[in-house]
């Protein structure tokens, strides 16, 4: 079992509402991501971080922002939710990053977030 | 473009029974294959993960094998439980950047009757 965790595992908020979908790990990792993941679709990845200060865009636009200031914790937020923004927002972490001449290492995923914008 | 496709959709089969699902991919150059299990509401939890040079890998009753000249792979699933009603995903990395580019098929919805 992966010690990577997602809060609130469900959430149900009016348009127009500030929200931030938590996500740490206890695995030490420097790679963290942000997947968007709607029914019966393949995830998308929205948002990924090198470590510490290192946040960059996926490749699905999306109109939320990321922060990274400390190793574990990798939270999300919505200035302002919409409809449109709802789905399941998966979280993951991996412990180095993959690349030409590199041994690939497992990603692991959070439960998920599944948010519902009214 | 790259590009993972799963077959089928959807699969419903007894419990005890046997089951293959299939995936094939256009990404180039390929770094790595993995199929991973997705509980609903869940996140997916990762059962095989295989390099270009691998064409079979087991985890319990779970067999994934690669054929990377023909871009395919298959994950067989023996004597089939209910708890392995769920979504299986394939997912192919590729080498061409630092990030190992992760791309994910649709996954085959897997539900095992009893």
């Known amino acids: 079992e992966a010690d990577i965790y997602q809060t609130p595992r469900y959430l149900v908020i009016g348009t127009g509402k500030k929200i931030t979908l938590e996500c740490s790990q206890t695995?030490?990792?420097?790679?963290m991501y942000w997947y968007q993941q709607d029914p019966g679709m393949e995830l998308h990845l929205i948002h990924y971080?090198?470590?510490?200060?290192?946040?960059e865009k996926g490749d699905l636009s999306s109109e939320s922002t990321v922060s990274r200031i400390r190793t574990e914790h990798f939270p999300l937020t919505l200035e302002s939710a919409r409809p449109s923004h709802t789905s399941q927002y998966l979280c993951?972490?991996?412990?180095?990053?993959?690349?030409?001449?590199?041994?690939?290492?497992?990603?692991?995923f959070g439960p998920g977030t599944r948010l519902t914008v009214t | 473009k790259n590009q993972v496709e799963q077959s089928p959709q959807s699969l419903i089969i007894l419990e005890g029974k046997n089951c293959t699902l299939q995936?094939?991919?256009?990404?180039?150059?390929?770094?790595?294959l993995r199929w991973y299990k997705q509980d609903t509401g869940r996140g997916p939890v990762s059962l095989t993960i295989?390099?270009?040079?691998?064409n079979t890998k087991s985890n319990g009753r779970y067999t994934a094998t690669l054929d990377a000249d023909t871009k395919q792979s298959s994950l067989h699933i023996t004597a089939s439980q209910l708890s392995d009603s769920a979504s299986y995903i394939c997912?192919?990395?590729?080498?061409?950047?630092?990030?190992?580019?992760?791309?994910f098929g649709r996954g085959t919805q897997l539900t095992v009757w009893p």
């Open positions: 295989m390099t270009f040079s691998e």
């Open positions: 995936c094939n991919y256009t990404v180039s150059p390929f770094s790595n």
């Open positions: 993951a972490s991996s412990e180095l990053g993959e690349g030409e001449g590199r041994k690939s290492y497992e990603q692991y």
């Open positions: 971080s090198y470590g510490v200060n290192s946040t």
């Open positions: 997912v192919v990395s590729d080498r061409g950047s630092t990030l190992g580019r992760l791309y």
């Open positions: 695995m030490g990792h420097d790679k």
